[in-house]
Nanobody, 123 residues
Framework: VQLVESGGGLVQPGGSLRLSCAAS????????MAWFRQAPGKEREGVAA???????TYADSMKGRFTISRDNANSTLYLQMNSLKPEDTAIYYC??????????????????WGQGTQVTVSS
């Protein structure tokens, strides 16, 4: 299984970025997918997650600014990030998990992880 993130970079406050996560080696459409992030010196935190098609959940601080989506035909996960703030600076990871019930932003629920992509928000 491989999850490969792309799209990170340096952006000014208020700017936008779109992250992608290309998945291979797994039945992508059968997995819940999520984005997590980790800033230096902080624990990994959940950003957003999506069920098999459209149902989504977001961390409170991302609601209204970030949008998670997926393209099952191309085994790709996306994260559109708008109105970026310096505190959004972190390494962003995509993750895949199989579990039932409520959509969760708990790292332990996700089995496969990408290597991460750096997002830096700075003027």
């Amino acid at each position: 299984v491989q999850l490969v993130e792309s799209g990170g970079g340096l952006v000014q406050p208020g700017g936008s970025l779109r992250l992608s996560c290309a998945a291979s080696g797994l039945a992508f459409s059968n997995y819940y997918m999520a984005w997590f992030r980790q800033a230096p010196g902080k624990e990994r935190e959940g950003v957003a997650a999506i069920m098999l098609v459209r149902t989504t959940t977001y961390a409170d601080s991302m609601k209204g600014r970030f949008t998670i989506s997926r393209d099952n035909a191309n085994s790709t996960l996306y994260l559109q990030m708008n109105s970026l703030k310096p505190e959004d600076t972190a390494i962003y990871y995509c993750a895949a998990g199989q579990y039932s019930g409520k959509l969760l932003l708990t790292p332990a629920k996700y089995t496969y992880w990408g290597q991460g992509t750096q997002v830096t928000v700075s003027s």
